[in-house]
């Protein structure tokens, strides 16, 4: 029985309109990470980040997923095999485009939480500083996104997955942040056979099997196509 597991990253929403980080003019060209992106600067600073995230969450919500995302959907549809995607991206781009059981490793512009209970809910386009948490009333609202320095989300789960592996893909990420960026080895310790799909070689590009260079709205379907084609179950 296949497994395959899909680690998505801000490459594959870049034909959707939303920037990327590290590219030319990416995010981290525009922001200090340690001004907005940091649990520091949201007490430094909750208006700034707040802004910065309101902004991001507003472009979010009028983007549309691409052909990368519907491919990857199609593939979990069609494919008998199991297929996770787990994305570093905060945009929900994976489920509008049909995916389900996304794992978010670094949380979700579309959610709130509160830093006091916990609780999450849906996040209104634009949060204020200091709002209520619904549930337990204090002044402790951020967005539910996994800021530098703060655990990401799901890796029990993400790991268990990596370890059961015959297929691991990487698109659009520039395998420059961890522990994402070292997924590929756990995956080829269990004996599946690698693949990055990325418009330039990422950073860890020589750990992969294979690679297949281009947009992703080009190479991705063309993939998820040479999968469904197979018949190997
Ligand atoms: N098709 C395929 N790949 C693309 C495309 C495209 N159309 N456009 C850009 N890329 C590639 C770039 O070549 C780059 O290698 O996507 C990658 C994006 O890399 P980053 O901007 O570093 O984004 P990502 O790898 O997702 O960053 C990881 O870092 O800042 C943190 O939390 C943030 O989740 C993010 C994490």
């Given at each position: 029985?296949?497994?395959?597991?899909?680690?998505?990253?801000?490459?594959?929403?870049?034909e959707?309109?939303?920037?990327?980080f590290?590219?030319?003019?990416?995010?981290?060209?525009?922001?200090?990470?340690?001004?907005?992106?940091?649990?520091e600067a949201?007490?430094?600073?909750?208006?700034?980040v707040?802004?910065?995230?309101?902004?991001?969450?507003?472009q979010a919500?009028?983007?549309?997923?691409?052909?990368?995302?519907q491919?990857?959907?199609?593939?979990?549809?069609?494919?008998?095999a199991?297929?996770?995607i787990?994305?570093?991206?905060?945009?929900?781009?994976?489920?509008?485009?049909?995916?389900?059981?996304?794992?978010h490793?670094?949380?979700r512009?579309?959610?709130?939480?509160?830093?006091?209970?916990?609780?999450?809910?849906?996040?209104?386009?634009?949060?204020?500083?200091?709002?209520?948490?619904p549930d337990?009333?204090?002044?402790?609202?951020?967005?539910?996104?996994?800021?530098?320095g703060?655990?990401?989300?799901?890796?029990?789960?993400?790991?268990?997955?990596?370890?059961?592996?015959?297929?691991?893909?990487?698109?659009?990420?520039?395998?420059?942040?961890?522990?994402a960026?070292a997924?590929?080895?756990?995956?080829?310790?269990?004996?599946?056979?690698?693949?990055?799909?990325?418009?330039?070689?990422?950073?860890?590009?020589?750990?992969?099997?294979e690679?297949?260079?281009?947009m992703?709205?080009?190479?991705?379907?063309?993939?998820?196509?040479?999968?469904?084609?197979?018949?190997t179950?």
């Open positions: 029985m296949e497994k395959i597991v899909i680690l998505t990253g801000a490459g594959i929403s870049a959707s309109g939303l920037g990327t590290r590219d030319q003019g990416g995010l981290w060209a525009q922001y200090r990470i340690e001004d907005v992106a940091t649990p949201f007490a430094r600073d909750p208006a700034l707040q802004g910065f995230y309101n902004a991001r969450r507003t919500a009028a983007a549309r997923p691409n052909a990368a995302h491919a990857l959907a199609r593939l979990q549809r069609n494919r008998p199991e297929v996770t787990v994305t570093q991206n905060v945009d929900s781009l994976h489920e509008a485009g049909g995916a389900r059981d996304v794992l490793m670094h949380g512009l579309d959610k709130a939480l509160c830093a006091a209970c916990g609780y999450r809910w849906e996040a209104p386009l634009e949060m204020q500083v200091a709002e209520p948490c337990c009333r204090s002044p402790s609202a951020r967005p539910d996104v996994v800021w530098f703060e655990m990401p989300y799901h890796m029990p789960e993400i790991y268990d997955h990596l370890a059961s592996a015959t297929i691991f893909a990487a698109i659009g990420t520039s395998g420059q942040v961890y522990p960026a997924f590929v080895h756990e995956a080829a310790a269990a004996g599946a056979r690698t693949i990055e799909m990325n418009l330039e070689p990422s950073a860890g590009v020589s750990s992969f099997d690679t297949l260079p281009g992703a709205t080009e190479t991705v379907p063309r993939w998820v196509e040479g999968l469904l084609a197979r018949r179950t």
